[in-house]
């Protein structure tokens, strides 16, 4: 079991910026991987961000160039810290650790509101 806890989201003016913060409750090198998704209403549940056990990263198209993963191995806490916000980037964001293909924890979820 991992539990997730999440934090940093908000109410932010487009242009803005915020940062996610994620803690779990064990080791985040015993994971395969954690990431960030998102939802926001009338859509699915989307991935944003993530990163591997060995440290590589991937995005959505969508956040290229404004958001970045980043994590505290000694924290057992992982960031997205996201710049340049648009309206669309409004959502839920749950924060996920995949332990294994089989094995994935969601956090509570965190919401972000853009304001335009």
């Known amino acids: 079991q991992v539990q997730l806890v999440e934090s940093g989201g908000g109410l932010v003016q487009a242009g803005g910026s915020l940062r996610l913060s994620c803690a779990a409750s064990?080791?985040?090198?015993?994971?395969?991987?954690m990431g960030w998704y998102r939802q926001a209403p009338g859509k699915q549940r989307e991935l944003v961000a993530a990163?591997?056990?060995?440290?590589?990263?991937n995005y959505a198209d969508s956040v290229k160039g404004r958001f970045t993963i980043s994590r505290d191995i000694a924290k057992n806490t992982v960031y997205l810290q996201m710049n340049s916000l648009k309206a669309e980037d409004t959502a839920v964001y749950y924060c996920?650790?995949?332990?294994?293909?089989?094995?994935?924890?969601w956090g509570q979820g965190t919401q972000v509101t853009v304001s335009s």
């Open positions: 996920n650790a995949e332990v294994t293909i089989l094995a994935r924890y």
């Open positions: 990163v591997t056990n060995g440290g590589s990263t």
């Open positions: 064990r080791s985040i090198l015993s994971m395969n991987a």
